[in-house]
């Protein structure tokens, strides 16, 4: 047993820690905390959709708000028309597929022509003012400018099984369950042989292409991925939230996006996901106490961990694990 554990890495057991953590705080804290902590989590998620693409392939996108957006309308729009016994479900399944198919087409066509990664970072752009302006100008279908009221769902198997969330702790711990499983998927793509081709292009894509990958396709596959998971957790956060509105594809969102992977860590699945809890949270606690200034002071932290770590606070946790394990090591050899 104590093998076992001994070879279990030190980062998985922080992943450990922190989901374990997540798990105890409802029977610790009550009220907003736990009204709040979910929407965060799914945050986390959203950044680890940009993790993906920029800390795992080496692309960076400015079109994550956009897929997030599109799973929260879907829910909400689907939801709303109630035209099926099991609406819940299929707002989340539509709100991952519309993302996915979407992702998958701009992909095809912009790594297939071998776009250089700045006219990418143009092209998601863009792409997110397209779906914000969708979301504004089709008013009967989204509501315009006014958005849209969505009502907490509840996932129901016919007359076998009902469980409701409309109360915070069954949401809590709904959103918490999914989040992990997401989380263990991810963690399994970016450490399977795909994981390993995308770091491969990443740090040499001419010589991936040389050993007869077809890096464009798994460009695409990744950011079909990414748009996907970006687009589940907008359909869960639609739900939660219980409105959503145009301002969720706004680029200023996916700038944040940018910002929360940056200082938790790009190349970090955990970094980014914390990142995204962490940073969300502060800057709604700034925004309440200094609304004027909240955004100067994370610019600042922003290029504060930039500076003093590229790999964000997850690198710099790293570089001092390994900098202490080292001096460790040293001090045994020579007592």
């Not at 392939?57 to 957006?69: D, M």
């Not at 990958?213 to 687009?231: E, P, R």
């Not at 996916?254 to 955990?270: F, L, Q």
């Not at 500076?307 to 050899?333: C, M, N």
Request: hydrophobic share 55%.
């Amino acid at each position: 047993m104590q093998n076992a554990l001994t070879k279990i890495s030190g980062e998985t057991k922080f992943e450990f820690f922190i989901f374990f953590t997540l798990t105890l705080i409802p029977l610790v804290f009550s009220g907003y905390i736990l009204f709040i902590l979910p929407q965060y989590m799914l945050f986390g998620l959203l950044a680890v959709s940009l993790s993906i693409l920029w800390g795992l392939t080496g692309i960076v996108s400015f079109g994550q708000a956009g897929f997030f957006a599109i799973g929260a309308y879907a829910i909400g729009i689907v939801v709303k028309s109630n035209f099926l016994m099991n609406s819940a479900i299929l707002g989340i399944l539509l709100g991952i597929i519309v993302s996915a198919v979407i992702a998958g087409v701009v992909g095809y066509f912009l790594f297939s022509a071998k776009v250089k990664a700045t006219y990418f970072v143009l092209a998601t752009l863009a792409l997110s003012i397209i779906i914000e302006q969708l979301a504004k100008s089709q008013k009967e279908i989204t509501g315009g400018w006014n958005g849209l009221f969505v009502d907490r769902i509840s996932i129901s198997f016919g007359n076998l099984f009902e469980y409701s969330l409309f109360n915070d702790i069954p949401m809590y711990y709904f959103t918490l369950v999914l989040t992990i499983i997401v989380y263990a998927l991810i963690k399994f793509l970016a450490t399977s042989n795909f994981g390993k081709i995308l770091k491969g292009i990443r740090e040499n894509e001419d010589r991936i292409l040389a050993l007869g990958y077809n890096t464009s396709i798994y460009k695409t596959l990744i950011f079909c991925v990414s748009g996907a998971l970006a687009g589940f957790a907008g359909s869960i956060y639609g739900t939660h939230a219980g409105f959503v509105d145009p301002s969720l594809a706004r680029v200023l969102f996916s700038t944040e996006v940018i910002v929360w992977v940056a200082i938790g860590g790009r190349n970090s699945i955990i970094g980014s996901f914390l990142g995204g809890i962490l940073v969300a949270s502060l800057a709604n606690y700034l925004n309440s106490v200094t609304p004027e200034y909240w955004q100067l002071i994370i610019g600042i932290v922003f290029i504060a961990v930039v500076i003093l770590s590229k790999g964000g606070l997850a690198g710099g946790f790293e570089e001092i694990y390994y900098r202490l394990k080292s001096k460790k090591y040293v001090s045994a050899r020579n007592p």
